[in-house]
């Protein structure tokens, strides 16, 4: 006979969430004969009763998707923003959210990192300077079959919004400022969509994977009060839908914020807005805007990443710049090298601040390229850009393997590889400023340092996303002397 197991896959639970576990699970537990039977349903929170579908489960736990919430919890607020799938805790207050973040990552760094007492070295929690309208860009999509939010029942017609949580094929309409991005653009999103439908083109279909309309995705400047907007679509029709119009419309629906327009021709299958094969181009103003942090003015196409949070990306940025300036921990006259660099945010800021080189290595060409002319701008001339794979980059360099005394990571949400991870170890600087996204990797990666002569010396959590489950976390590693790595540093 198979192993039994509490529940089937599919099958439908009301629970009440009385716990909480990091990145955004609600836990339930449900008493049996051999013990309590945990419930995980992702995006829920304490004090709240809601359905749930099972998706995955074992012998003593289920993971499931959260349905609908049943009963609100007691802690929850009224909001003056439509609810979005992306901001699943809008209805708390912010100190309730960063209370449950920080308790669930102090007790990660405690399971998996192997730290004894993460309360020693923990140097606080640093909130986002405003909790509302804080993004810098948003990806809207079309849909020809919609979610109905009064109803919860899936209907035919012309969507752009939010993918219903859960899903990838129905959208949730956006009728209004979700309070996340940008008020007047939210605000006037349904009439980009009645604009769009009046064309007669049809909104994609997932299912059927077909369709004219694609995406919507915006970008805005906060420095400059400006708007980068990217429309994507399949190709053809060009009897039916002219650039011009579609240009002249966003013109006078948003006057001078409007930087550039892009069209995008996506004609792949795949959800995704960059297309494998198609192209972008250019069909009002220019490519890139520019946001300032710490004085410094960066160029950023809609591509490349950026911080999604300026305001509190100053703050994460301070903190990065004194754990890796700190004289105390080596001078200031040593290599900097600045994995995953992105545009060069922290490689530009660091190269401020000190007087020796600084590198940044990213594998997207795009950003190291808004990063070289930012650079440029900027008069930063220490600094040099590289666009490559991180674990080629130091294998093709090893030149400077001893020379870096300050070695800053800030990888990807899923972490960096083991694989490039044990390259970082073999340069043997002095400290890592480890940034993460994505404490849970940051976690593991803790472990393997630790087992390699890095010693967690202290972090800070970081609130970039509020009403999310996210949390960025800023670790600062000392190199052991003397201590021999698990790992054979001549590799």
Known sequence: MGKQRMFRKGHVLEVEINGLAFGGKGVAKINTDKGDFTIFVQNTFPGQTVRAQVSICKKRYAECRLMEVLKRSPEEVEIDFQPIPGAPYATFPVEIQHKYKEETTLDLFKRIGGIEDPLKLYQGFIGSPSSWHYRNKMEYSFSSILHNIESGEKEDGFGLGFKHRGNWWAVENLDSDSGLFDEQVESDLIKIRKWCEKTGLPAWHPPKREGFFRFLVIRRSLSENSLLINLVTTSGNEDKFKLEDFVQFIKELWGNRVAGILHTINDDIGDRVEANSGNSTLIFGRERITEVLHGLKFDISLSSFFQTNPQSAERLYSEVLSYALDEDLGGKDAVVLDLFCGTGTISQLLAKEHQGQVIGVDIVESAIKDARISADRNGSKNIKFYA????????????????????????????????????????????????????????????????????????????????????????????????????????
């Open 388 to 491: 490559s794979d991180v674990g080629k980059f130091l294998l093709e360099y090893p030149q400077y393997r001893g020379e870096i005394r300050t070695l800053v990571l800030d990888p990807p949400r899923a972490g960096i590889s083991p694989k490039s991870l044990r390259k970082c170890i073999r340069l043997q600087a002095d400290r890592m400023v480890y940034v993460s996204c994505n404490p849970s990797t940051q976690a593991r990666d803790i472990a393997t340092l630790t087992e390699n002569g890095y010693k967690l010396v202290k972090f800070k959590l970081v609130d970039q996303f509020p009403h999310t489950s996210h949390v960025e976390s800023l670790a600062l590693f000392e190199r052991i002397e003397d201590f021999i790595p698990k790992i054979d540093l001549n590799k």
